[in-house]
């Protein structure tokens, strides 16, 4: 049995879906291969009508590594997503975070940072399959089950 369950048949029973979810870059790029479990786990939040909000980061980032012949696939499942802003509360924390973690962290980017504080702003968990890259204690982090 594990820590949330209150019973061991409850480890069985589906959890909970999140409401919202910011979106990693990480993600996005296994949605855009098509790698099986993650559209799998898209689909199964996509049908819980989870909403998935997407950064400027992380849309700068796939286009940084698109070809113009992908740009078509990506405008379509950006279309699936809620664009949100990065306003200077966010980048406050940003900030914050890299002054805390940095020295501890090295292997964090800006951009790590700015979709952390995204996640805190918006008061949602982080889909990230890159756990390390996030070591903040006051967001959650939303991954694959197992």
């Not at 369950?5 to 409401?19: G, H, I, L």
Request: with cysteine.
């Amino acid at each position: 049995m594990c820590a949330s369950c209150a019973t061991p048949a409850d480890c069985f029973k589906p959890k909970m879906m999140p409401d919202r979810l910011v979106l990693d870059t990480d993600i996005v790029i296994h949605l855009l291969k098509k790698q099986p479990q993650t559209v799998a786990r898209f689909i199964e939040l996509l049908e819980a009508q989870t909403v998935f909000l997407l950064s400027p980061i992380v849309e700068a980032e796939i286009y940084a590594g698109a070809f113009q012949r992908e740009h078509k696939e990506i405008e379509t499942l950006f279309g699936l997503y809620k664009r949100i802003s990065i306003d200077s509360e966010t980048g406050q924390q940003a900030g914050h975070y890299a002054h805390r973690y940095r020295k501890a962290h090295q292997g964090i980017s800006l951009e790590d940072y700015l979709l952390a504080a995204s996640a805190k702003q918006n008061r949602c968990p982080l889909w990230t399959s890159n756990r390390k890259h996030y070591p903040m204690d006051d967001i959650a982090l939303f991954d694959l089950p197992g």
